[in-house]
């Protein structure tokens, strides 16, 4: 069982990463998730896959998710510092970044220990990155991810 942490879990990103997750419980246990400001979805998240920690970028929304996951057992982290404590958890196998642009890189001035890819990708290449990627994937998670896709049009 791979366990996940997901960064941005309540764009459309993270959502569809967690039907992706909830479909395959045998494969997958999500340890814990972040939001920018959604702090009633991210609560929600939280509570649906027993997560271990939660973090919100925006303080103003971390008052909110804490009211929310009182007494729940959930840790609750706030700002950029709870996001990037999320990002490097030593309990996690695998973090999917979901944020999408500058935001899912960091804070302004933020400097990451791994080396550059070289160079910026254009959305073209990012896609067909994907499309490798889900070259390799299962028929069935294929499928399971089609159904996904569909029940959103």
Same mark, same amino acid.
């Given at each position: $069982? ?7 879990? =309540?764009?459309?990103?993270? =959502? ?17 998730? =972040? ?78 220990? $791994? ?33 996904? =896709?569909?029940?959103?049009?």
């Amino acid at each position: $069982m791979r366990r996940l942490s997901i960064i941005g879990s =309540t764009g459309s990103i993270g =959502t569809q990463a967690l039907e992706v997750v909830e479909s395959l419980p045998d494969d997958f246990q999500v340890v814990a998730l =972040t939001a920018r400001r959604s702090a009633a979805l991210l609560a929600e998240q939280a509570r649906q896959f027993q997560v271990a920690a939660v973090a919100i970028v925006e303080d103003e929304a971390a008052g909110e998710l804490r009211e929310l996951l009182a007494g729940s057992g959930v840790e609750v982290l706030s700002g950029w510092e709870g996001l990037l404590a999320v990002a490097g958890r030593d309990d996690v196998d695998l973090c999917l970044n979901g944020m999408v642009g500058g935001a899912g890189m960091g804070p302004p001035g933020f400097k990451s220990a $791994m080396p550059g890819f070289g160079e910026n990708l254009k959305d073209d290449e990012i896609w067909a990155v994907l499309a490798f990627i889900k070259s390799r994937w299962p028929r069935e998670v294929l499928a399971r991810q089609r159904q996904i =896709t569909a029940r959103g049009q």
